[in-house]
């Protein structure tokens, strides 16, 4: 079974052997960062969190408003000035995330995490947090 340590490696390793990528993690649907490569503190990686699921969430909206109604994103990418974020689909409820430079090759990155995913997406998961359920008595 993976464990946190095993992901961050490999996402760490993601980013060490894929030339553009500068930092990567693995987040909730609902953006709860779950594990991330060191180069981000955490309040850069919750922050990232928060945005990779808002993509992904208006992704989504866009996915039923105007594709073929089920609703699937595959993979979202945002070109910025100085970098581009790739999230693409990582498990049940998981996503993965990379900040790329703006120079990176795009095929590339994309290609290096499918790859990953492949490999780890059944570890990567993350079921919708339940309430807790309180004793009425």
């Known amino acids: 079974m993976a464990t946190d340590a095993n992901l961050t490696w490999m996402l760490e390793s993601l980013v060490d052997q894929t ?12 953006g709860l960062k779950l594990c991330h490569t060191s180069g981000l ?12 699921a808002g ?3 208006l992704s ?3 996915s039923v408003e105007f594709g073929d109604g089920t609703g699937g994103v595959r993979h979202s990418m945002t070109e910025f ?3 581009i974020l790739f999230i693409v689909e990582a498990g049940e409820g998981a996503h993965l995330a990379v900040l790329a430079g703006e120079d990176a090759d ?7 995490m499918n790859e990953l995913v492949e490999q ?8 919708p947090r339940q ?3 309180t004793d009425p008595s």
């Open 19 to 30: 030339a553009g990528a500068n930092h990567a993690l693995v987040l909730s649907r609902d």
């Open 41 to 52: 503190t955490v309040d850069k990686a919750d922050q990232l969190s928060a945005i990779a």
């Open 120 to 127: 780890i997406g059944g570890f990567l998961t993350a079921p």
């Open 131 to 133: 309430r807790e359920q």
């Open 106 to 112: 795009v095929g590339l990155i994309g290609h290096r």
């Open 81 to 83: 000035h100085g970098g």
């Open 60 to 62: 989504q909206g866009a």
């Open 55 to 57: 993509v992904q969430a």
